[in-house]
């Protein structure tokens, strides 16, 4: 039940987020999970045993407990302790990353999609469906 009002909550806030709805800044927003379910881009998958400039560990620069992990595999996770989401990634023909989150409840598949630039081992990732939402993480 914990878990399930946790999952709730956080489709709440990714609506609020994506929609532009509760006011306020979104400078104090949390990279929750942001999901949707737009269709999935055209995939440009990582060259099997590259090493892709997203491969490795990210720890949040507001909080480096919050960590992105991305595998040469295409597979990866998020969060912090306990609360981790395993997700699919690949990178886009248009420049973006593209995330496909496993299954919520009810069989949904979610879809997420940020513009990304890594600069001096800082990873900076904007979301292509609400542009005010933007994270950055440092390289660990």
């Known amino acids: 039940m914990k878990k399930?009002?946790?999952?709730?909550?956080?489709?709440?806030?990714?609506?609020?987020?994506?929609t532009g709805c509760g006011g306020g800044?979104?400078?104090?927003?949390?990279?929750?999970n942001l999901a949707t379910?737009?269709?999935?881009?055209?995939?440009?998958?990582?060259?099997?045993?590259?090493?892709?400039?997203?491969?490795?560990t990210w720890h949040w620069d507001e909080d480096a407990a919050f960590t992105y992990a991305f595998h040469a595999n295409g597979e990866g996770f998020r969060g912090?302790?306990?609360?981790?989401?395993?997700f699919a990634w690949i990178t886009?023909?248009?420049?973006?990353?593209?995330?496909?989150?496993d299954a919520l409840p009810g069989g949904f598949i979610s879809f997420e999609e940020w513009s990304?630039?890594?600069?001096?081992d800082v990873l900076t990732i904007t979301n292509r469906q609400n542009a005010d939402?933007?994270?950055?993480?440092n390289r660990g």
């Not at 998958?45 to 491969?55: D, I, K, Q, T």
């Open 133 to 137: 939402i933007e994270f950055s993480y």
């Open 37 to 56: 379910t737009t269709p999935a881009p055209l995939p440009v998958a990582p060259p099997e045993g590259s090493a892709h400039a997203l491969v490795g």
């Open 92 to 101: 886009t023909a248009d420049g973006s990353l593209s995330l496909t989150l």
């Open 80 to 86: 912090v302790g306990t609360e981790i989401e395993t």
């Open 4 to 18: 399930l009002l946790s999952v709730l909550f956080i489709v709440a806030l990714a609506v609020t987020l994506l």
């Open 25 to 32: 800044s979104t400078s104090s927003a949390s990279p929750t």
């Open 116 to 120: 990304y630039v890594i600069v001096e």
